[in-house]
C-alpha cells in the first residue's frame, strides 16, 4: 500500500530550526498535501497545507494554522515529487510528532479544510520534533 514517509526530525533548542521532507512510496494522484502534528497528550491538528495545480509553483496555494503562521512555510518540489516544512523560530510547544499526509481534493479551499479537519487520504507514520528551551 503506498504510504508517505516523512524524515528530518531531531531535536533542536528554542529559536533554531528544522526543515521536514516528505515523498509518496509510490505513485499517488494528489493535489493537496499537508503537515500534520501530535503532542503528546493533544490531538492531532493540521499545521499547513499546500494546493498544486501545476508544475508552476506560483500557482501553489498554503494555508497555515495561526500558531505556526510566519515561522513555518510549506512547499513543494515538483522535479522532485517531494514536500517540504521548513520549521524556523522553533519553540518548546512545537515538540510533537509530524506527520506528512496528501490526498485529492477539489480546489485550495477544500485542501485546506481537509488539512484542518485531518482528512486527508495517504499518511506516513511520522517523524519526531523536540525543541528544548
Known amino acids: 500500500q503506498v504510504r508517505m514517509v516523512e524524515s528530518g526530525g531531531g531535536s533542536v533548542q528554542a529559536g533554531g530550526s528544522l526543515r521536514l521532507s516528505c515523498a509518496a512510496s509510490?505513485?499517488?494522484?494528489?493535489?493537496?498535501m499537508g503537515w500534520f502534528r501530535q503532542a503528546p497528550g493533544k490531538e492531532r491538528e493540521g499545521v499547513a497545507s499546500?494546493?498544486?495545480?501545476?508544475?508552476?509553483?506560483?500557482?501553489?496555494?498554503?494555508d497555515y494554522a495561526d500558531s505556526v503562521k510566519g515561522r513555518f512555510t510549506i512547499s513543494y518540489d515538483d522535479a522532485t515529487d517531494m514536500v517540504y516544512l521548513q520549521m524556523n523560530s522553533l519553540k518548546p510547544e512545537d515538540t510533537a510528532m509530524f506527520y506528512c499526509?496528501?490526498?485529492?481534493?477539489?480546489?485550495?479551499?477544500?485542501?485546506?479544510?481537509?488539512?484542518?479537519?485531518?482528512?486527508?487520504?495517504?499518511w506516513g507514520q511520522g517523524t519526531q520534533v523536540t525543541v528544548s528551551s
Open positions: 499526509a496528501a490526498g485529492l481534493v477539489g480546489g485550495a479551499r477544500a485542501c485546506a479544510l481537509a488539512t484542518r479537519q485531518i482528512s486527508l487520504d495517504y
Open positions: 499546500i494546493y498544486t495545480l501545476s508544475e508552476d509553483a506560483d500557482y501553489d496555494t498554503t
Open positions: 509510490g505513485y499517488i494522484h494528489r493535489n493537496c
